[in-house]
């Protein structure tokens, strides 16, 4: 139901933009869901970074805030996640995430909608 787009290869200090685009009955989707971006880097676990609330309220982990942004396009009806300063760190295959009902947005099992992953590699 989720689709990603956006992933790519950029510099350090570089910039990208991921989307979200939800499938389906897309308007009723993006009205009622709660999203989030995670990344997941081998021999990592899924890390939770930008949550958005149903009412447009978005939170960070501590390791993107003031440089990753979450937000929603309403008028292609996508979430995005824009990425600036990147750093090589940064690289990691990208997820977004979907679900009406979330309490922790950080938690990946909260999720029952995922999108099939868009990888970022970030070189020095």
């Known amino acids: 139901q989720l689709v990603e787009s956006g992933g790519g290869s950029v510099e350090v200090g570089g910039s990208l933009r991921l989307s979200c685009a939800a499938s389906?009955?897309?308007?009723?989707?993006?009205?009622?869901?709660?999203v989030a971006w995670f990344r997941q880097a081998p021999g990592k676990e899924r890390e939770g970074l930008a949550g958005l609330s149903k009412n447009g309220n978005p939170s960070y982990a501590d390791s993107v805030k003031g440089r990753f942004t979450i937000g929603q396009d309403n008028a292609k009806k996508t979430w995005y996640l824009q990425m600036n300063n990147l750093k090589p760190e940064d690289t990691a295959t990208y997820y977004c995430a979907g679900d009406p009902y979330i309490s922790e947005w950080w938690v990946a099992g909260e999720y029952r909608y995922w999108g099939q992953g868009t990888q970022v590699t970030v070189s020095s």
């Open positions: 389906g009955d897309s308007g009723l989707i993006y009205s009622r869901y709660c």
